[in-house]
């Protein structure tokens, strides 16, 4: 993407819907099963401080580290002393013009707003299905930040680009106040919430609820709402601050 | 599952079926990528005879093997020589006559029919997202290989409960052409291929169709035919073959 255009990467943005979609519905299978999020209980004999979820998106990104995952901009890992890739992986030209990707990177927030949601989407209760539940929470969660530094490092470097003077003299005045508003697009996030809402009820309709347990929409309407895309427009701000 | 009966593994094998076509579905959203089932091409330096997908399959099962999920009788993996679990793996009762669950064990078949369904779903062509492509032809490797092997040992076991002698004679004349054609009701197997069929449709519907890619129901409905049931039942005779 040598000229990042803003309706390509509202394309992406749109089709990495589905993904956050069918990934939530997909943990939500299990029950909330609390205990992979307390430390301590992982069950790993050598791991005591720690909890299984923890455990295996380290585990998880240790991996995706070794094949090049994190040589992609808006793959930004939850871990920090991750190993060097072992593959020759070919980075694409992107257009972006930042020093280093790690500059933006919400996963901290990312992971809390997650957890936050679980309780929302899963039955409460143990099913003892630990090690499923915390392999489709790695899934939601990179499924959740890609989506968000994707569109906090692309829609910032479009927009800059249709207007370098205005959001120039914004970054160089560090007006923060000014950024968030001129990337707030009340029209663009409500017609998002209300595709998202019908996405998640479409893809549940021909479900049979003896066997599968479905989510509310309205509750994926609002984790949009209140945390991806307010997030996204923070990841914004960063890349617009740090542009170079 | 002290019991296993008929209509609860029904149930569970039906409830992954969404599981199966979201992890086809999301591979379809790259190319075919050839390249990545070559062997070596897989850009690893010290890894010059397997191809990145069989890289990423022994990476990712010799981190779930020490997670613990390969004591599950339906999780057969594709590799040998993985590690022990370095969890403590709570196991519940399965029910099962078997063993040692490797006695069956469908990965070679299964690996080989969806590798022959791959170009069937993706468009032609290379895009260059090699770590993507094996990692979504991981998840849905790993989804196939639940619903066969959850089906080949539940569902022949909860048949065997029904009607112990008359699946006892077979077994013990070792009739296998007679098992299979007991194991084979041919409106279920219509009932199911329906149920796929919609599916898809049903997951795709709303799809704007400019930034994802669908993949045609027909093919998966054809997949579901002519590998996953016949593997499944498959299956079925080598778990009665060797119910002990």
Chains 1, 2 share one sequence.
Not at 9 to 36: G, M, P, Y
Not at 177 to 182: D, F, R, V, Y
Not at 211 to 223: A, G, K, N, S
Request: aromatic share 8%; with cysteine; glycine share 6%.
């Amino acid at each position: 993407m040598q000229t990042p255009d803003l309706s390509t990467v509202s394309s992406a943005l749109e089709a990495l819907e589905e993904t956050i979609v069918s990934k939530l519905i997909d943990r939500a299978q299990f029950r909330h099963n609390t205990r992979v999020y307390e430390p301590g209980r992982s069950g790993f004999a050598e791991e005591e401080h720690v909890s299984l979820l923890d455990l295996r998106l380290r585990f998880q990104e240790h991996m995706d580290a070794e094949f090049g995952r994190f040589e992609v901009p808006e793959e930004r890992p939850f871990n920090t002393n991750l190993p060097e890739p072992k593959r020759n992986v070919r980075v694409r030209e992107t257009g972006l013009h930042l020093d280093g990707y790690n500059c933006i990177n919400l996963t901290p927030h990312i992971k809390d707003s997650y957890l936050a949601l679980v309780p929302c989407i899963c039955r409460p209760g143990d099913d003892g299905q630990y090690g499923s539940s915390v392999e489709h929470d790695v899934y939601a969660l990179q499924a959740v930040s890609r989506r968000i530094h994707f569109g906090a490092m692309y829609v910032a470097e479009c927009k800059y680009r249709q207007h370098p003077r205005k959001w120039g003299a914004l970054i160089a005045q560090g007006n923060v106040e000014g950024l968030w508003e001129a990337l707030t697009r009340k029209d663009v996030e409500r017609a998002i919430l209300a595709r998202v809402r019908d996405k998640v009820a479409r893809a549940q309709s021909l479900v049979n609820t003896k066997v599968r347990h479905t989510i509310d929409p309205e509750v994926v309407l609002r984790y949009y709402r209140n945390h991806i895309i307010p997030r996204t427009k923070e990841g914004e701000v960063l890349y617009l601050l740090n542009r170079r």
